[in-house]
């Protein structure tokens, strides 16, 4: 029986391009795709899904927070990360909330295969550097991107989400998916230690 493939991301060129690379493979069936966290759920809800494919910057909540639900109501279906970044607490967090494994979006078409196929089998696949004894802290300086250090700085300055995004002429979404992601990459639980954090790493 074809495995029920189901995708999440927010870009359709991404969606689209991962469709057809799928239809490579006769044992898998690409059930529906999403490109937001409440979309995903909704059809979740409603219908079949053997394994998901989830982007960790989705536009209402992260890829990271929609696995933890997803892993909570329905733990039979497998979870996938997709994502542009190598990086460690991205993956750590994934791994807590259920994920079976992280693949990052430059992955081959036999390594996105391989995936699929250790996962159905009840094993975890991973083509990032991840290091279970490690990730919980870490002590080298996350990658931040430069709209994630404007964002950082304004938070250091004490501004709230919608000050932020009025001063540096972005969305409050856009400005609440940067501190979400800010807050996973610095391990930080709260704003007081995401700034600590940040400080220990010079990032402010």
């Known amino acids: 029986m074809k495995k029920k493939i189901f995708i999440v991301d ?15 493979n006769e044992d898998v ?7 937001n966290a409440f979309d995903a759920f909704d059809f979740i809800k409603k219908n079949e899904v ?11 909540i992260s890829g990271i927070e929609l696995c933890k639900k997803i892993k909570s ?8 990360a997709l994502s542009t970044f190598n990086d460690r607490s991205y993956v750590s967090k994934m ?43 870490y002590d080298q300086s996350p990658i931040i991107t430069r709209r994630e250090k404007e964002v950082l700085i304004e938070i250091a300055e004490g501004l709230t989400n919608q000050q932020i995004a009025d001063k540096l002429f972005i969305s409050i979404t856009t ?6 992601n800010l807050m996973l990459k610095l391990d930080a ?6 700034i600590k954090m940040a400080a220990k790493f010079d990032l402010i």
């Open 73 to 80: 109501e329905f733990p039979k279906i497998q979870c996938l």
């Open 95 to 137: 791994i807590e909330n259920g994920a079976s494994g992280y693949l990052l979006k430059n992955s081959s078409k036999e390594e996105i295969f391989q995936a699929i196929d250790e996962v159905s089998k009840g094993n975890m696949f991973f083509n990032v550097n991840y290091q279970k004894q490690n990730t919980s802290k």
């Open 189 to 194: 639980s709260n704003t007081a230690l995401l």
């Open 29 to 35: 069936f690409v059930v529906g795709t999403a490109e």
């Open 50 to 60: 053997d394994i998901a494919f989830l982007d960790i910057n989705l536009p209402d």
């Open 10 to 24: 927010d870009h359709p060129m991404v969606i689209e391009g991962f469709k057809a690379l799928l239809k490579q």
């Open 175 to 180: 400005v609440s998916t940067h501190r979400q």
